[in-house]
């Protein structure tokens, strides 16, 4: 090596030293690409320098930076395809560096720069690479012709190899540093939209999240139940543009049919990706509207990103980022983590619905449970598919054994119910049918009314028993009284017609006889409407009972001596009084209950024969039973005559009248002292009837 030569290799290796030094200090991939242009250019003693590297699809060549050249003939050359016969096309596919010595070579060896940038001489372009993969190249430029020798060849591949392994460190970690940052926004936005089930809330917070880190514009849009675009969210991080985006909106609302954007997006549950909004995509937007055209070159919309909200199968919104003022253009990852983004918060919304449904459904369940009406749901073949616990105590059927089942099968006599009862389409009014439906020997009156939906029907039962036994009471009623009061009138007032006629000459014996059967039968005409008034009072719990020692067998005697007075002469009466223990009752009510034993006991011996009341003393109670051997009363009636207006059949009865209230106030009556009434009897062969009575302490 000459003295020379010895001085300019230790320069170049000093000036290699320096670009090290920089490069070492550089973090940022800007601050590498500045230290290789700006020093390895001068340690190259080029005149100008450019870094290419192979863009994210591997199709082309990107610029990442240049310097020394002229602006505006570098703005044609930002990216070219990787196939171009270009130097740094070349280079990146080969990895083979190219040393040009002058312009006219250059142009032979690439025709295609022939007529570009003259003004250049020698060309050097060598390939960045780590770990043997080409990534990109570095191109330099000269001022003069240069027959580049070995030395010179070596030091551009040592620039070469210093500049890639300080870009290749410094994309590394930016590119961790992004994912980094992609991972904790996701984090950030998974607790947000995990926060709450009140998922517009959420979107909203998520809206406002995402910008300016992944948007300058973030808009969410929900699906509505008819498939209108709802604009959930808008953000931006200035207020005052979030307003104007809003009157934007009313402006100009959402077209359904739009062939871009939202409504596309819905439509179709596809993403769109535009890493660069094409013009014409705007311009097929915008139409003919210059005033809109004003306010999308305003917004300065450069790149956008559009992707479904979708949860299982269903399209439930949109999200929406864009790139305007500040933001840089969209990259794959970009768009990856909007997909995934808009997959949570699809999740999030679903779920949210989900949980709320089931709060509405379980809310329903609830309701219905406690609802004192039954309810019933058939699907469509009439099977019960709701079965409330008001449904299962009027049919006596459990839910467990009614769901699922044909209800014809759970239910006898469902048939005839759902022919009697009409069904009514969902809002209109229906008018309850009611009938008996029997359960348990009982018979329970039920008023029906049915719904019939697309899916199925519904049935709403209301227990009327009582209403309805309330209803028979009344008609009972009307019954007995224009019966029972119109005899005795109708006898009185044929007796006074009698008595007034001046035609017909009676004698004093049937004069007295046509009197005393007014009195009798006006007796029987007060006698019935005191029963009517004191059932009334015992109805309305206006009874009042003073309750005193006594003696029953006193008040047995005084019963059995008025008797005696008007006692047919086939009847004995007689008293067994057995020890006569003390009791505590309302001794006006005891003679009342006995008078009316003992009367009925006369009544229904029509045959004559003896009527007797005898007590008897047991532990804590005395019995006073009213025995006579008259008609008696059939088992199945037995319960049934102590019902209000309930008399047996006329037949039974052998046309004796009466206003079916005797036995009910009786029972009435001796409930109220804290007694029980009971008959035993047999057929043809007479009736005991028992007044049991607590015994004086
Ligand atoms: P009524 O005014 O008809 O006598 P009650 O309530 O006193 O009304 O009795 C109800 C029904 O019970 C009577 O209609 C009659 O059929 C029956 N009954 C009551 N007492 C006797 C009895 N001692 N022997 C037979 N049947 C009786």
């Known amino acids: 090596m000459s003295p020379v030569e010895g ?24 601050e590498v690409l500045d230290a290789v242009l700006s020093e390895g250019v001068r340690a ?16 082309s060549v990107e610029l990442l930076a240049q310097q020394g050249y002229d602006p505006a003939v570098m703005t044609g050359w930002a990216s070219f395809p990787l196939d171009a016969d270009l130097p740094m096309s070349q280079v990146v596919r080969t990895g083979a560096a190219l040393f040009i010595p002058s312009l006219r070579e250059r142009n032979e060896l690439f025709p295609a720069l022939a007529h570009q940038g ?3 001489h020698a060309v050097v372009v060598v390939p960045l690479a780590v770990a043997g993969r080409v990534f990109g190249a570095m191109s330099l430029s000269f001022d003069d012709d240069i027959d580049f020798g070995l030395e010179r060849r070596e030091m551009k591949m040592t620039l070469a190899r210093q500049a890639a392994q300080a870009l290749a460190r410094s994309r590394l970690l930016e ?6 940052k992609r991972m904790t926004f996701l984090a950030e936005a998974s607790d947000l939209l995990a926060s709450s089930l009140d998922y517009n809330r959420t979107l909203r917070q998520l809206a406002r999240l995402s910008v300016p880190g992944l948007a300058d514009w973030c808009a969410i849009d929900i699906l509505g139940p008819n498939g209108e675009i709802e604009r959930l969210a808008v953000a931006h991080q200035d207020p005052e543009k979030v307003r104007w985006a809003r009157e934007l909106q009313e402006r100009y609302p959402p077209d359904p049919k739009a062939p871009h954007g939202v409504a596309q997006v819905l439509r179709s549950g596809e993403p769109e990706f535009f890493s660069q909004i094409p013009p014409e995509v705007l311009d097929e937007s915008i139409g003919d509207d210059q005033e809109l055209r004003r306010i999308v070159d305003e917004l300065g919309l450069r790149a956008s990103i559009c992707v479904p909200l979708k949860a299982r199968g269903r ?4 999200l929406t980022l864009i790139a305007a003022e500040t933001h840089p253009l969209y990259t794959q990852a970009d768009f990856e983590l909007a997909t995934e983004l808009a997959h949570r918060a699809a999740v999030a919304v679903d779920n949210a619905r989900l949980f709320r449904e089931a709060e509405r459904g379980a809310n329903a369940a609830l309701a219905l449970a406690y609802v004192a009406d039954g309810v019933v749901l058939l699907d469509r073949e009439g099977r019960v598919r709701h079965w409330n616990g008001a449904a299962a105590a009027i049919t006596g059927v459990d839910e467990e054994d009614a769901l699922g089942r044909p209800v014809r099968e759970v239910v006898s006599g469902w048939d005839t119910l759902a022919a009697l009862v009409p069904l009514v389409p969902p809002g209109s009014a229906p008018r309850p049918v009611t009938l008996p439906l029997a359960h348990a020997g009982r018979e329970r009156w039920v008023a029906v009314t049915g719904v019939g939906f697309g899916q199925g029907t519904v049935y709403a039962l209301q227990d009327v028993t009582e209403e309805h036994a309330l209803e028979k009471t009344r008609s009972d009623f009307v019954a007995t009284a224009s019966h029972e009061l119109r005899t005795p009138l109708a006898a009185v007032y044929g007796a006074v017609r009698t008595l007034r006629r001046g035609d017909v000459e009676l004698s ?36 009042e009972i003073d309750a005193t020692e006594c003696d029953p067998a006193e008040i047995a005697a005084s019963v059995i001596d008025s008797a005696a007075m008007h006692v047919p002469e086939d009847i004995s009466l007689a008293l067994d009084p057995d020890g006569s223990p003390r009791i505590v009752c309302d001794e006006n009510k005891l003679r009342q209950v006995l008078v009316n034993l003992v009367d009925n006991a006369i009544k229904y011996s029509p045959g004559g024969g003896r009527v007797e009341i005898r007590l008897r003393r047991e532990t804590s109670h005395c019995l006073i039973e009213v025995v006579d051997d008259g008609l008696g009363i059939p088992m199945d009636e037995r319960n049934r005559i102590f019902e209000k207006f309930y008399r047996l059949d006329p037949q039974q009865t ?26 035993a009897s047999q057929p043809g062969r007479g009736s005991t009837f028992t007044v049991e009575l607590p015994l004086r302490r």
């Open 315 to 318: 399209i439930l919104g949109a």
């Open 654 to 679: 052998k046309g004796v009248g009466g206003s079916g209230l005797g036995l009910y106030i009786c029972r009435e009556l001796v409930e109220r002292m804290n007694g029980q009434l009971t008959v």
């Open 175 to 180: 590119a961790e540093q992004a994912l980094r």
């Open 7 to 30: 001085i300019e290799a230790a320069d170049r290796a000093r000036r290699l030293q320096r670009v090290a030094e920089r490069l070492a200090e550089a973090v940022t991939p800007e």
């Open 118 to 120: 003259q003004e250049g």
């Open 508 to 543: 004093e014996d049937d004069r007295t006889l046509f009197l005393e059967m007014i009195e009798s039968e006006a007796t029987r005409l007060a006698t019935i409407i005191d029963q009517i008034l004191l059932t009334g009072q015992l109805d309305a719990g206006a009874v």
């Open 44 to 59: 190259a003693e080029a005149r100008a320098g450019a870094i290419g590297v192979l863009s994210a699809d591997g199709k």
